[in-house]
């Protein structure tokens, strides 16, 4: 494996983090506050960031280089550390067009939708004209296995009827979403993992109900928000359906790979960034008449916390270097491994920088109870801690089966 950049991966880490100390840090404390009493409104700057990106070239970084002229170039080993740039700054992702969701579901209608379907919804989602939802977990069933899902999607003559309840579905909230993907069942009578299937839906079409925002350790997450949904008889048309009826799992798996990628080289940004504040605050705070660097106990916890960021590091870039080569089935076992270290690892480093800072690691006046929630949350989406250990387990010890 060579974990080399090219001059031009090189560059663009650099691009990018020029763009982000010149434009984007100076407002982070600004767009903190502004997100808390503006509720479900965007930064009145953040447009205009996104036109300055555009313009430099900085835009949809993160589509791997075989989706041809959708593609900036650059393989899933090489928009890593961008992703990584892009962590350690709560809305940079949104700048460059490069967030969660609408990653995924760009990548999920540009592998998988009709020229149709890429017209209507990829091409402004590319442009950044919408937002977007991916709608999956439901709070009836776990939706950790999702054979469980049962939102039905039924077709009657050209059209296809939806109905069922969604929660934490991710951007729901955003006053630009247009659209969401629907994970649900087309055949409940078929072979377990070919019942589900995916769909395209306006998110102004009747029969959708938001019932409620959902709050993350008591945080709306304003303006992108994680909505409760409700859907009774919503129609769309047969044209829809991404790929075809039974197909939800399959691309399910095709979207979850690459995004479980950027992810975790999101929370190895956070965890950088706690690890850089960790250091700055034990150089500069007093305790017991020394400056807290000179205690052999913080001393320690910077050392094991750099090991720690460097390991889970190199593992993702492991991993998105597998993806490039492979493809994301090959590439399951690392995948799972960094979806089980990697957030744990953010929680734990992040947690000793809340804890050198005192009290005010836990205020507003750093980014580290933000960068906890996130990387404690993320132990939980995308499938939780136990799923991955659970299959990564069984496909270890399958390789000794006699």
Same mark, same amino acid.
């Given at each position: ?11 663009? $880490? ?68 961008? %992703? ?50 991916? /709608? ?39 006053? *630009? ?15 377990? *993992?070919?019942?589900?299937?995916? $769909? ?40 829809? $359906? ?13 979207? /979850? ?62 991993? %998105?270097?597998? $993806? ?43 980014? /580290? ?34």
């Amino acid at each position: 494996m060579n974990f080399e950049y090219t001059q031009e991966t090189t560059d663009l $880490i650099e691009r990018v983090d020029q763009f982000m100390k010149k434009h984007l840090f100076p407002h982070e404390n600004k767009v903190n506050e502004f997100c808390k009493n503006n509720l479900w409104e965007n930064y009145p700057e953040m447009e205009h960031w996104k036109k300055l990106a555009k313009s430099e070239g900085l835009w949809n970084l993160f589509l791997p280089k075989g989706y041809g002229n959708l593609s900036p170039g650059l393989s899933n080993l090489e928009y890593a550390p961008l %992703a990584e740039k892009m962590g350690s700054l709560a809305y940079a992702s949104e700048v460059f067009n490069c967030s969660a969701p609408d990653t995924g579901n760009m990548e999920t209608i540009a592998k998988y939708g009709t020229e149709e379907q890429k017209e209507k919804w990829l091409k402004p989602l590319m442009n950044g004209e919408i937002r977007s939802a991916f /709608l999956m977990t439901e709070p009836a069933v776990a939706s950790s296995d999702a054979t469980n899902i049962e939102t039905s999607i039924e077709r009657d003559g050209d059209e296809y009827v939806i109905n069922g309840r969604k929660w934490w579905s991710s951007g729901a909230m955003n006053p *630009h979403c247009k659209v969401y993907i629907i994970m649900g069942k087309t055949d409940f009578s078929a072979p377990k *993992h070919q019942q589900q299937s995916m $769909i395209l839906v306006p998110a102004n079409t009747p029969g959708i109900k938001i019932l409620r925002p959902m709050e993350v350790f008591g945080n709306v997450d304003s303006p992108e928000g994680h909505a409760e949904i409700e859907l009774i008889n919503v129609r769309v048309p047969v044209s829809n $359906i991404l790929l075809g009826e039974g197909r939800g799992f399959e691309i399910a798996q095709g979207r /979850l790979g690459p995004g479980r990628i950027h992810h975790c080289m999101r929370l190895i940004g956070a965890a950088q960034r706690a690890l850089d504040l960790m250091c700055i605050r034990s150089n500069q705070r007093t305790a017991f008449g020394r400056n807290l660097i000179k205690f052999s106990s913080i001393r320690q916890e910077i050392a094991k916390s750099e090991c720690e960021i460097q390991q889970a590091r190199l593992l993702t870039l492991a991993a %998105a270097d597998k $993806i490039d080569r492979f493809g994301a089935k090959e590439a399951k076992n690392l995948i799972a491994m960094i979806k089980i270290t990697v957030p744990q690892m953010a929680c734990t480093v992040i947690d000793r920088a809340i804890q050198i800072h005192g009290g005010m690691g836990v205020s507003q006046d750093t980014p /580290l109870a933000k960068f906890y929630v996130y990387a404690r949350t993320v132990r939980l989406a995308d499938g939780p801690d136990e799923v991955h250990m659970f299959q990564l387990g069984r496909n270890l010890a399958k390789e000794y089966e006699s």
